[in-house]
């Protein structure tokens, strides 16, 4: 065919990006690596293949790291902290020549990618590399505005980071600028199947100027990645992949004391209502599910579509599909790529095939040879069926009608899931309407994966927790400058020899549902004065009462949907009644623990109300000053129904320090009180009776809490757990939150100093951001 003949078939020709300097760079490292430890190579060990999808053919040898290797690569990054930690604008400077390298070699990075991925060229030269370049420069001023606007907060340490393949680098960007930019050093893993661009950003950054010891890369499979989050002197963990690895990792760092962020699967829904502008619907829902062959976790994989224009919209849509053109990755006309395996590619075929309902192919030709597999949706399935649920993690989307917005949002939320939403209508009203119901953590108002390092990113439910990019990023990669106190263990008093029977009769039930409940097993605890009175009796809850407040906290959902100034107005009523009732408070906790601080208690108590009622309405969300013609909007959404367990040390300050940001941010919670001096907590019932408190908002129960700590972590319909209790609760409470995937922030056997209100740690752990994208003009 020559150009006139194309010229008037208006055919594509091949245009396929030159791989020879990609090719030469694999030639000058003889196409195998060593390990990238302490700013060297080490010699290469224990080699795996690593292949070009689209060919079958070898790429190059990678080698697999070992415990030896993890050690390493820990030991450099301690010690080169220590240096790297200290000067924020040397850092910047860094990260600056990083941003710079990438812009420099973006087509060389480019083209790696796609070699070894398989995903098109022009993914990886528009999007990929961009993005990572992007992530670069903002984390460079990131870290030149740390110490000015971050005077609280400092690094963590050595960071281990696991990443995904599908997008290595720009996963890898994620992970290592945030945490680079806040002073820490990094060991990082790049997936198996995607090692080479890891492994030349590495190669190049020496060049940039990152000293040794601050970049590690390891190479190898999941023990490697297994080897590095079980590795001691770790101080944080990042993972991003799939639910099932982070919900083992989450138990295996249990008690440990590793930070720990996960970014997990998704079964995102795409909804389209019937005034979308329906071929720009179409046109994002190929960038939803078609992008990178559908292996994105935040892919729109669940089309709902509205059933006055289903039909219309299927025919459209299938339409599209047969024009989009498949083939080799490298060719810049090609949509969509190779599936980034054959094992991948199995898996997906196995799903598809095991699937009902109607399935169809893109009838466009596959190439011959190769990972590749044609776009395909399937209608009629119910939304019971595996496919509307589970992750394909490939080309495959689902479809399904809904009648009504509310309907949209049900079936919307029918997952476990939480990563990200699409919606398509030109209605404005009913666009903020839905995106805040969205059960997820990044939400698209007519377009679709969008992505940038000012936006925050991440998932709820067991699509994980924590967010990458953004200010509300950086809290993953520091931690608070002030140091803990020890941890107190206070022991309730025991029995003495005889006892004061004067006023054995007051006995304290649960507070549930904003009544007083019997405690289900029957069982109390006789509360002793350090002076031999029996002061009075505390219920003992077990796992039926944890059901029940859940359910008290189910039934006052409306909670999070109240303003900031209702909720302003419902703490500062707490903190009058509780003043009124200061005497009576500031002598129960002189009388349980036998001091005379109880007056101060109060006082600091009624204040912290009112701190957290000025709160209320003022945790501003944000603008992010994103590049594109529009707006991504931070929201900052309650966290849900958190459970949390009081301190020992200070039985009202401690409970209200708890209760009060968790109401204030829209939240519902579920104490267990004090446990040696749990009285101040059930006195308090009646404080929260007479403050328009409604009823299931803030559950009190009382009881042991190393027995009720299983159930509560546990607990599949609880979003949080706080533990500030004077037993270490930490390793079980994280090691059952991998349940559901819970968020947990334990104290690791550190005590707390409850004479600060500490607002940024707790406006953070009682909030989710949802980044909600809002592109706008013609
Ligand atoms: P994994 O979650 O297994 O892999 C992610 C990363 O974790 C890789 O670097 C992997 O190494 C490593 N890893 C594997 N096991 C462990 C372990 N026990 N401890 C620590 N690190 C470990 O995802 P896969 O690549 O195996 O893909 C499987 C499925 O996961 C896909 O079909 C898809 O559904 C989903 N997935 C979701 C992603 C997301 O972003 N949400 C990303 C990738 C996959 P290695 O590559 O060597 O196995």
Redesign the pocket.
Known sequence: MNVRDKFNSMEYGPAPEDASEAMAWLERHKHTFGQFINGQWTKPARSFETKNPATGKVLAKVSQANAKDIDKAVAAARKAQKSWGKDAKARARVLYALARMVQKQSRLFATLETLDNGKPIRESRDIDIPLVARHFYYHAGMAQLMDDELPDRESLGVCGQ?????FPLLMLAWKIAPALAMGNTVVL?????TSLTALLFADLAREAGVPPGVLNIVT???A???A??AHPGIDKIA????T???R??RAETAGSGKKLTL????KSPYIVFEDADIDSAIEGLVDAIWFNQG?V?CAGSRLLVQEGIADAFYTTLKARMDKLRIGDPLDKCIDVGAIVDPV?LE?IKTLVAASGGDIYHASTPLPDTGCFYPPTLITGLSTADRLMQE???GPVLVGTTFRTPDEAVELANNTRYGLAATLWTENVNLALDIAPKLVAGVVWVNATNLFDAAAGFGGVRESGFGREGGWEGLDAYTKDRVKAPKITKIAAVTAPGSADAASMDRTAKLYIGGKQARPDGGYSATVWSPRGKVLGHAALANRKDVRNAVEAMNAANGWGRTTGHLRAQILYYLGENLSAREDEFASRINDMTGKRGGADEVAASIDRLFTWAAWADKYDGAAKGVPLRGVALAMNEPVGKIAAFASDDAPLLGLISLVAPAMAMGNRITVVACEAYPLAATDFYQVLDTSDVPGGVVNILTGRHDELAPQVGGHMDIDAVWSFSGSDLSAVIEREAATNLKRTWVNHGKGHDWSRADAKTFLSAATEVKTIWIPYGE
């Open positions: 696991i990443i995904p393949w599908n893993k790049p997936a198996e199947y190898g499979d999941g490697s990645g297994a590095i989050v993972f991003t992949g799939s099932s690895v982070g083992k990792i970014e997990l699967g998704g292996q976790c991948q898996t992750e394909v993690f």
